[in-house]
T-cell receptor, first 121, second 113 residues
Framework: GAVVSQHPSWVICKSGTSVKIECRSL??????MFWYRQFPKQSLMLMAT?????????EQGVEKDKFLINHASLTLSTLTVTSAHPEDSSFYIC?????????????????FGDGTRLSIL | AQSVTQLDSHVSVSEGTPVLLRCNYS??????LFWYVQHPNKGLQLLLK??????LVKGINGFEAEFKKSETSFHLTKPSAHMSDAAEYFC???????????FGAGTRLFVKA
């Protein structure tokens, strides 16, 4: 069964609103989770690494104030797209590592949520 | 630095024929390699992984991949394609220390009836 739950699966909203996406680790307390963005017909791009109890680590070129990440508990990370605009429309996917997630063990596969389709009108 | 190159942006096969999705990687150290499948508007599902054990790795749904260090390749194969195999496939390498996951650009597989 699924080990990562992502909600909502689909969001349509007006330009200027903020949207929150939740990512839950269902079977393991994950101190580290990851957020990806996928443009149509393109690969996944790592946006940031969410760290429980501390600030997220953002990849180069990702606006911290635009994409707010909160990892307040060991099973929940949230991504908030603030003041969303049409160019923010994309497919957002979260993930966590395997059982040894905290170590980010090289040979442990990541488990992905089903993704959130965000459409900004 | 590590990188992943998927040599074909799309592959089209007929149902019942073999599938070959090509992936080359570069890595300074022994890499861990994965193949994921993504169906439309869905998340990613792990097909198989290579982690320095057997070079021929068998995965789910009849897929397998062979790690060839001399060729720095990790091609994904399946003897007989099904319509349900139509999806996007990503070759992935984990960086040294496993902290960063690097995705290939993806290969879209089309399966014709």
């Amino acid at each position: 069964g699924a080990v990562v739950s992502q909600h909502p699966s689909w969001v349509i909203c007006k330009s200027g609103t903020s949207v929150k996406i939740e990512c839950r680790s269902l079977d393991f307390q994950a101190t580290t989770m990851f957020w990806y963005r996928q443009f149509p017909k393109q690969s996944l791009m790592l946006m940031a690494t969410s760290n429980e109890g501390s600030k997220a680590t953002y990849e180069q070129g990702v606006e911290k104030d635009k994409f707010l990440i909160n990892h307040a508990s060991l099973t929940l990370s949230t991504l908030t797209v603030t003041s969303a605009h049409p160019e923010d429309s994309s497919f957002y996917i979260c993930s966590r590592g395997g059982v040894l997630a905290d170590i980010a063990a090289t040979n442990q596969p990541q488990h992905f949520g089903d993704g959130t389709r965000l459409s900004i009108l | 630095a590590q990188s992943v190159t998927q040599l074909d942006s799309h592959v089209s096969v007929s149902e019942g024929t073999p599938v070959l999705l090509r992936c080359n990687y570069s890595s300074s150290y022994s890499p861990s390699l994965f193949w994921y499948v993504q169906h439309p508007n869905k998340g990613l599902q792990l097909l198989l992984k290579y982690t320095s054990a057997a070079t021929l790795v068998k995965g789910i749904n009849g897929f397998e991949a062979e790690f060839k260090k001399s060729e720095t390749s990790f091609h994904l194969t399946k003897p007989s394609a099904h319509m349900s195999d139509a999806a996007e496939y990503f070759c992935v390498v984990r960086s040294t220390g496993g902290f960063k996951t690097i995705f290939g650009a993806g290969t879209r597989l089309f399966v014709k009836a």
